[in-house]
């Protein structure tokens, strides 16, 4: 070959190679292909989903587009029966090597990177874990701990003022008490024990579900290094505060500890309103009673270092059993209370039209931990063939969750709550997966517009949950599979692409409504707080200018002032505490049997 021919040649090659690598880099980011942001774990099914037309193959590649290591076939066109829109799936659960990938579609473009590897959840459930330390009240975060979200403490709550509504011949209106600690509910800086309950139920049952992995779960607390576990450690800082609101005089339990009105979008050593206990309620000292009950199960093998803690909590459950069954009616009505005393209050009502689920919940958590007979038998357990899904005002399957996990010790002489509680819960997962494999998603989450209410990260969490319960009693790895789905949904496989947990994916929340967030001058938001994520009716609920859609599973905004879609709630993270850390934790069991 002569000397021109190889210069001639060298050109050729040199610009194939140049135009290759022009093709590969303007390769897009395509928004439509929706998938997992985290990842998936090497022998997990994984699953992204393509909005749009689109046909043929699809690869897995290396991040830099450079190195194809897997090839697929995307599926048939399925129909969103909410959007009407048309999806394809990609399914590459047969590729099983670790490392960082994307999901290219030639014509479409390619995925967000992701993961896949053993623990691919693991920071994740530290992260959510770690919110609830962010949401401490009473307390400064250090940067030790909280990194450059350190923050002076703020509502120290020695001072609180018995409100009219609350007020007693022992503790007249304006008496002077004591209630520090405790976690800030959500966006806003008030403490509700109602909302607690939920929250203090879900984190103390996955503690009951997956001891082992809880206590080699490390937050970087500042009570890390003590002989607790940190999840327990976390929940011992709500728990404290909510020994505080009981009236230690008959056993009720103060409604919530609060602002007459919401404070502003500042830092809570900002916020110095006066602060009020409000008016003993039957849901809040039911809710109480239940999670006092179940903390003397889960703290009594800590009486070493937590001396008297366990009978403390019995005590004070059975006290609010009781003032509840001399106030059954009781019920927090704010408008009212507020039509008849001063100060007005308008903070967030957590008001219920219905106590039997409280007394359902609270029942069994009495039942499991004193073995008393006389509570199974108190109320009616199940009044009919219905499992709701848990949420702040429907906590009855918290206490078939309890009964169920009784299924396997089976320490209880009637035995028959067990079996029909167990009945409930894989009737609920069944009544989950039903249809799941024909959506356009293919996430137990979203099959119908009702799931797309206020909060709704949290019902796809809760959903997991569910899935989790009924595969732990039936070891039927269906239920875990779609459990997987919805955290799936959390990271990514949504209509709106976003992953709801703040701090974790490349589309993730940033702007939550959360006064911290917001006021801290810090461009990225706290991390580890799980946005409520999208609500059919939010346009209409907040008023948020920015909305641009109206289809139920597609109305989501991120920003701040969206309260309807973008708040953050104690009670939306800990079920995703729950999901990712048992999932986690099922993971690790299921690789140590292999």
Same mark, same amino acid.
Not at 414 to 438: R, Y
């Given at each position: ?21 022009? &093709? ?70 047969d590729f099983k090597s670790v490392g960082t990938f994307v999901v290219r579609i030639p014509g479409v473009g390619h995925s967000y990177p992701f993961s896949i590897k053993a623990d691919v959840f693991q920071a994740a459930a530290i992260g959510s874990l770690k919110g609830f330390y962010y949401q401490r009240a009473s307390v400064g975060l250090p940067a030790t701990y909280a990194g450059k979200w350190s923050r002076p403490a703020g509502h120290p709550d020695t001072h609180v003022l018995i409100h009219p509504s609350a007020a007693s011949a022992n503790r007249p209106a304006g008496t002077i008490i004591s209630s520090p600690g405790g976690w800030y509910d959500a966006g806003d ?43 327990? !450690? ?111 209050? $308008?903070?967030?009502?957590?008001? !219920? ?11 069994? *958590?009495?039942?499991? $931990?004193?073995?008393? %007979? ?59 997966? *039903? ?23 949290? %019902? ?15 070891? !039927? ?24 947990? $703040? ?38 609920? !907040?008023?948020? &200018? ?7 599973? *597609? ?40």
């Amino acid at each position: 070959m002569s000397s021109a021919s190889r210069i001639t040649s060298l050109f050729i090659l040199t610009l194939f190679s140049i135009t290759v690598g022009i &093709s590969l880099s303007a390769q897009p980011l395509s928004e439509s292909i929706r998938l997992n942001q985290l990842g998936f774990y090497p022998s997990a099914p994984k699953v992204a989903i393509v909005v749009g037309d689109a046909s043929g193959p699809f690869e897995i590649t290396t991040p830099d587009l450079k190195t194809v290591v897997f090839k697929g076939v995307l599926g048939p066109a399925r129909q969103n029966s909410i959007s009407g829109k048309t999806t394809h799936t990609a399914d590459f659960s047969d590729f099983k090597s670790v490392g960082t990938f994307v999901v290219r579609i030639p014509g479409v473009g390619h995925s967000y990177p992701f993961s896949i590897k053993a623990d691919v959840f693991q920071a994740a459930a530290i992260g959510s874990l770690k919110g609830f330390y962010y949401q401490r009240a009473s307390v400064g975060l250090p940067a030790t701990y909280a990194g450059k979200w350190s923050r002076p403490a703020g509502h120290p709550d020695t001072h609180v003022l018995i409100h009219p509504s609350a007020a007693s011949a022992n503790r007249p209106a304006g008496t002077i008490i004591s209630s520090p600690g405790g976690w800030y509910d959500a966006g806003d800086y008030n403490k509700y024990i109602v909302n607690s309950g939920i929250t203090m139920g879900t984190l103390l049952s996955l503690y009951e579900d997956f001891p082992a992995y809880c206590q080699r779960l490390k937050t970087n607390i500042p009570e890390s290094t003590n002989a607790l576990p940190d999840l327990l !450690d976390e929940a011992l800082w709500n728990l404290r505060w909510m020994l505080t609101m009981q009236d230690p005089t008959d056993g009720g339990v103060y409604h919530k500890l609060t602002n007459p009105g919401f404070d502003g979008m500042v830092m809570p050593d900002k916020a110095t309103k006066d602060r009020y206990v409000v008016q003993k309620s039957n849901t809040a000292t039911l809710d109480f009673a239940a999670v006092m009950a179940q903390a003397s199960r889960l703290f009594k093998p800590y009486n070493r270092q937590l001396p008297g803690l366990a009978d403390s909590c019995l005590t004070a459950a059975v006290h609010a059993w009781q003032w509840a069954k001399k106030n059954p009616d009781l019920y927090y009505r704010q408008n009212d209370m507020n039509q008849r005393l001063d100060p007005d209050v $308008t903070t967030g009502g957590y008001e !219920d039209k219905d106590a039997s689920d409280e007394w359902i919940w609270a029942a069994s *958590e009495l039942y499991v $931990t004193t073995k008393d %007979e006389a509570y199974a038998t108190a109320v009616n357990l199940f009044p009919d063939d219905k499992t709701p899904l848990p949420s702040w005002a429907q906590v009855r399957t918290l206490g078939y969750y309890t009964l169920a996990r009784m299924a396997k010790d089976k320490p209880l002489r009637n035995q028959d709550v067990v079996t029909q509680a167990k009945k409930h819960v894989v009737g609920l997962a069944n009544t989950l997966i *039903e249809g799941v494999d024909q959506q356009a998603f293919g996430t137990v989450m979203g099959k119908s517009t009702r799931d797309f209410i206020w909060g709704s990260s949290a %019902e796809a969490a809760n959903q997991g949950i569910a899935l989790i319960q009924a595969y732990r009693l039936t070891n !039927d790895r269906k239920y875990l599979n779609y459990a997987l789905t919805n955290l799936d949904y959390l990271f990514g496989r949504n209509a709106v692409g976003y992953s709801f947990l $703040t701090g974790f994916g490349q589309k993730s929340t940033l702007n939550p409504h959360h006064r911290p967030s917001v006021a801290d001058g810090i461009q990225a938001p706290v991390p580890g707080l799980l946005s409520g994520g999208t609500n059919a009716n939010a346009a209409r609920q !907040d008023k948020c &200018s920015g909305y641009t859609t109206t289809i139920a599973d *597609e109305v989501y905004l991120d920003q701040s002032c969206s309260y309807a879609s973008n708040e953050i709630a104690i009670n939306w993270n800990a079920p995703m505490v729950y999901l990712t850390a048992a999932i986690e934790a099922l993971q690790r069991e299921a690789v140590a049997k292999q």
